[in-house]
């Protein structure tokens, strides 16, 4: 048990080395976000058509088709400012799982799968989806960990 221990602190990161790695991670949450965020305002009509298509959601259409691009945008501004970035990456988490239980209920629920995604999600299988969106989950978590300033060097 113990030399089990020791290989853990053996493995710790180093201050700068957990900074970069958040930096990087937030960074890249930031651009799919901001990216999906533009794709979603040129697009609007596009967005909001698809959306009105899904009968769960359809009433609501209007409200979410400009709730979520402004709350991407909102959520990377915070990414990528060294003081917030922290609820950046706890907003990133909350709304990649709801976008991630959304495409999981689609998938076994409706009987047509309208896709509203943009980048290159366009192009995924929904299975593959999901995936991307849990690496980018747990790229968020792991953010989130390294970024706990408790943490001993």
């Known amino acids: 048990m113990d030399s089990s221990l020791t290989k853990y602190k053996s493995f710790r990161l180093s201050n700068s080395a957990r900074e970069i790695t958040v930096f990087v991670i937030c960074c890249t949450c930031m651009f799919l976000f901001l990216?999906?965020?533009?794709?979603?305002?040129?697009?609007?009509q596009r967005f909001y058509n698809g959306l009105s298509n899904v009968s769960i959601i359809g009433s609501k259409a209007e409200v979410i088709s400009y709730f979520v691009p402004m709350s991407e945008v909102l959520i990377s501004i915070l990414l990528i400012i060294p003081k917030t970035h922290k609820v950046g990456l706890y907003?990133?988490?909350?709304?990649?799982?709801?976008?991630?239980?959304?495409?999981?209920?689609?998938?076994?629920?409706?009987?047509?799968?309208p896709c509203l995604?943009?980048?290159?999600?366009?192009?995924?299988?929904?299975?593959?989806?999901?995936?991307f969106n849990i690496v980018f989950i747990v790229l968020a978590i792991t953010a989130l960990v390294l970024s706990k300033t408790n943490i001993e060097s």
């Open 35 to 44: 990216f999906s965020a533009f794709e979603k305002i040129v697009e609007h």
């Open 91 to 113: 907003g990133f988490t909350l709304l990649m799982g709801i976008f991630t239980a959304y495409i999981v209920g689609m998938w076994l629920w409706a009987s047509r799968l």
């Open 117 to 131: 995604c943009n980048l290159i999600v366009e192009n995924l299988s929904w299975g593959q989806h999901i995936w």
